[in-house]
């Protein structure tokens, strides 16, 4: 069964400070790994996209990584901010078109 | 930049209604997709359309839903007769085969 599992379900961290949030993924066959941010009540937005065959793709303040042999994928938030705040999911694209999404991990910045 | 837009923005319906939910995808995109989240809840998926027909769809869609694409642009889904467990955010996503999905902003749901 496809499946997508991340950790912590939710996080606080202060201003400033760095976070990783986990994605481990069961989805065969692979086809790409996304992170999304989702802010309250509004569509999530693509952060970064992961293929087969990449480690570490960066944007801007933040760095994914995949793992194809462990099927683990990180998400690496650097000196975050408040805007930071929101939920973050992990989506693993089957080949094909479907999309199985996590349950998101939720991050809170507190100043 | 182009974006996918869903009208209504938030729809409060009674139980037993029937609902269109309206999506306009970005217009050079071949896949189409509705997804729902509950309160709290993860995003699950309903359904995915593509070359006129659902090409997927999970156990949540049955028979009260149903997807169109009347006219080239808009893609709704409709719910036939709402339950007050209906009530979520509904997202319609449109992407180019093996790209980026692109969410809408969602419209909300309330089935009273």
């Known amino acids: 069964k496809n499946q997508v599992e991340q950790s912590p379900q939710s996080l606080i961290i202060l201003e400033g400070k760095n976070c990783t949030l986990q994605c481990n993924y069961t989805v065969s066959p692979f086809s790409n790994l996304r992170w999304y941010k989702q802010d309250t009540g509004r569509g999530p937005v693509s952060l970064t996209i992961m293929t087969f065959s990449e480690n570490t793709k960066s944007n801007g303040r933040y760095t994914a990584t995949l793992d194809a042999d462990t099927k683990q994928s990180s998400l690496h938030i650097t000196a975050s901010q408040l805007s930071d705040s929101a939920s973050y999911i992990c989506v693993v694209s089957v080949w094909g078109n479907k999309l199985v999404f996590g349950a998101g991990t939720i991050l809170r910045v507190k100043s | 930049e182009p974006e996918v837009t869903q009208t209504p923005s938030h729809q409060v319906t009674q139980m037993g209604q029937e609902v269109i939910l309206r999506c306009v995808p970005i217009?050079?995109?071949?896949?189409f997709y509705w997804y729902r989240q509950i309160l709290g809840q993860k995003v699950e998926f309903l359904v995915s359309f593509y070359n006129n027909e659902i090409s997927e769809k999970s156990e949540i869609f049955d028979d009260q839903f149903s997807v169109e694409r009347p006219d080239g642009s808009n893609f709704t889904l409709k719910i036939r007769s709402t339950k007050l467990e209906d009530s979520a955010m509904y997202f319609c996503a449109s992407r180019l085969i093996g790209g980026e999905a692109f969410f809408g902003q969602g419209t909300r749901l309330t089935v009273v």
């Open positions: 217009s050079n995109h071949l896949y």
